[in-house]
């Protein structure tokens, strides 16, 4: 059953909210439904929106967002929100694992990575820095990032040319890895098993923003011992709950983190 929004500022944020996440692609009375609002108050509340120039009107039953709101986009670095949600959670999944937790965004095809938290020996991976790039076809963090991009978008990226091997693992065949994003976009999870460095196994899964985009995803990289290899998959129910609470987080949701 949907939750009923009580104050007139709760109910403007919620429609706000839904306004700039869909764009104007759907007819409003259509997101009103959604929304467990009445329509002679989501009509009211609207008007009030394009009036103070966050919501914009397109046409006789569609609105969008508004100077106002696009403005301030623009001047917020989403990625520096990001990271700042994201490190406090990111310390305690690396303090609980024992793993280097990792938090990156997709830049120009690249990997940049906002977040790094050490994790402890002999479990840390020292690879990365903050502030860093890598290629993203190679990493688990760039495979979540690439299955959130359109499909135009990842065939300009598989096009662009010849991947370059880091590794005896790292995958370069386009065609395989475009079947290896397809599986990660269904099982929501990426690992790279090597591909980077041929001492690390990293595990990744992706952070959503409101309209379910994928924004930046989160990994925990581990050391490789071929006299004791890692079971990476152990780690992935606590780093799905991390991105949970950030992606929560991120939407104006609280989930409580577990002691």
Same mark, same amino acid.
């Given at each position: 059953? !949907?939750?009923?929004?009580?104050?007139?500022l709760e109910?403007s944020l919620? $429609?706000?909210?839904?306004?700039?996440?869909d764009?104007?692609?759907?007819?409003?009375?259509?997101?009103?439904?959604?929304?467990?609002l009445p329509?002679?108050?989501?009509y009211r509340?609207?008007?009030?929106?394009?009036d103070?120039?966050f919501?914009s009107?397109?046409?006789?039953?569609s609105?969008?967002?508004?100077?106002? !709101?696009?403005?301030?986009y623009?001047?917020?670095?989403?990625?520096?929100l990001?990271?700042?949600?994201?490190?406090?959670?990111?310390?305690?999944?690396?303090?609980?694992?024992g $793993?280097?937790?990792?938090?990156?965004?997709?830049?120009?095809?690249?990997v940049?990575y906002?977040?790094?938290?050490p994790?402890?020996?002999?479990?840390?991976?020292?690879?990365t820095?903050?502030?860093?790039?890598?290629e993203?076809?190679?990493?688990?963090v760039?495979?979540?990032l690439?299955g959130? $991009?359109?499909?135009?978008a990842?065939?300009?990226?598989l096009?662009e040319?010849a991947?370059?091997?880091l590794t +005896?693992?790292?995958?370069v065949?386009?065609?395989v890895l475009r079947?290896?994003?397809?599986?990660?976009r269904?099982?929501?999870?990426a690992?790279?098993?090597?591909?980077?460095?041929?001492d690390?196994?990293?595990?990744?899964? +992706?952070?959503l923003? +409101?309209g379910?985009?994928?924004?930046?995803?989160i990994?925990?990289?581990?050391p490789?011992?071929?006299?004791? +290899?890692p079971?990476p998959?152990?780690?992935?129910?606590? $780093?799905?709950?991390?991105?949970?609470i950030?992606?929560?987080?991120?939407c104006?949701?609280?989930? !409580?983190?577990? !002691?």
């Amino acid at each position: 059953m !949907a939750r009923t929004h009580t104050t007139s500022l709760e109910k403007s944020l919620v $429609l706000l909210r839904a306004i700039i996440a869909d764009g104007g692609r759907t007819p409003f009375n259509e997101i009103v439904s959604d929304l467990n609002l009445p329509t002679s108050t989501a009509y009211r509340l609207v008007s009030q929106l394009v009036d103070a120039g966050f919501a914009s009107r397109y046409g006789p039953n569609s609105f969008g967002p508004g100077i106002v !709101a696009a403005l301030l986009y623009q001047r917020t670095d989403v990625s520096a929100l990001v990271a700042r949600l994201a490190r406090p959670l990111l310390k305690d999944l690396a303090s609980k694992s024992g $793993l280097t937790s990792h938090l990156g965004v997709l830049e120009n095809g690249m990997v940049t990575y906002k977040v790094r938290i050490p994790g402890r020996a002999p479990r840390a991976a020292g690879f990365t820095r903050e502030g860093m790039q890598l290629e993203a076809y190679c990493s688990a963090v760039g495979k979540v990032l690439l299955g959130g $991009l359109s499909s135009d978008a990842l065939d300009d990226y598989l096009n662009e040319g010849a991947f370059v091997p880091l590794t +005896p693992y790292t995958i370069v065949d386009p065609s395989v890895l475009r079947q290896e994003i397809s599986a990660i976009r269904e099982s929501g999870i990426a690992i790279d098993n090597r591909e980077v460095a041929e001492d690390m196994i990293c595990l990744a899964v +992706p952070v959503l923003g +409101p309209g379910g985009e994928i924004i930046a995803a989160i990994s925990s990289s581990m050391p490789y011992n071929d006299k004791a +290899p890692p079971e990476p998959m152990m780690y992935r129910t606590s $780093l799905e709950g991390c991105s949970q609470i950030l992606s929560a987080r991120l939407c104006g949701k609280t989930i !409580a983190v577990d !002691a």
